[in-house]
């Protein structure tokens, strides 16, 4: 295949057997996580499985969002080709958090943080014939509070973890109309650390109905390779299958209002950090 795909949250349950099975069909893989020895370890497997894979990893925390792009600028400098981008990586906090740039932890890790690092790469991406990105999102009904997108005057976990999965709906649906091939994908239930943090009840359940990180990644392995669905742009998938996106993510006022919105957060943050 040769070719090179970036995943974020490389070292949990869905980016680790993501990581694994594209190896398996010749990609050049660059892996993202914050954790040097599960990296490291996820790196190890690949080879073991797949001894030719050329495989880069980085460490970097997407709380700091400086950070980030400074590790973005470092992998664009020697990318010649991207030809996939997969946001997975994810967080879920049942109190309010700040990160160190004093932004809402979820909001800041589930969609700055992507939207930081496509804003970045988006030249290569868009001069690499049959690129995608990939968003690995949930069906969310959860509308964004354009006036209060951090929680600062009221905050529920699951609410505002529910409005970081909308806002991948609607950066993802913005991207197909900015000129790249742009999905977003739902993984249904599957097993992984997710939820760690969230109630036992919740923690319960989903551990009865979660399925398979290894079925996940050969359903988002095909969506990366297949010459397909660059044609179908815009989509919204269940492994596989497509499916309906509520209208409040298909609708381009909200989307293009969440971009603007992140573009000045993420252009404050930038002259702040100069």
Known sequence: MNQTVLITGATGAIGSATARVLARQGCH?????????KL????????????????????????????????????QKDLAELHALIHNAAV????????GDGLETMFAVNHLAPFM?????????????????????????????????????????LNAFGATKMANLLFAFKLGRAGVTSHALHPGLVRSDLLREASPFIRIMGSL?????????AAFSEIVLEPR?????????????????????????????????????INTLEVRSR
């Not at 991406?125 to 949930?138: D, E, F, N, P, W």
């Not at 179908?232 to 998938?237: A, I, K, M, P």
């Open 229 to 265: 669905y660059i044609q179908s742009n815009g989509q919204f998938w269940h492994l596989k299958k497509p499916i309906q996106a509520p209208a409040y993510a298909r609708d381009p006022q909200n989307q293009d209002a969440l971009w603007d919105l992140s573009l000045k957060w």
């Open 40 to 75: 490291e370890t996820v790196k190890n497997q690949i080879r073991q499985e797949s001894a030719q894979a050329e495989v880069k990893t980085f460490v970097v925390d997407f709380t700091d969002l400086g950070a980030l792009k400074k590790t973005a600028l470092e992998i």
């Open 209 to 217: 109905v979660s399925g398979s990180p290894e079925k996940t990644a």
């Open 117 to 157: 690092l496509t804003k970045v790469l988006f030249e290569t991406l868009h001069q690499t014939r049959g690129s995608r990105i990939l968003t690995v999102t949930a069906p969310s009904t959860t509308r964004i509070d354009f006036q209060d997108p951090m929680g600062e005057r009221r905050f529920n976990a």
């Open 92 to 99: 879920f906090k049942s109190t309010r958090t700040l990160t």
């Open 29 to 37: 893989l660059i892996l993202l996580a914050r954790n040097q020895e």
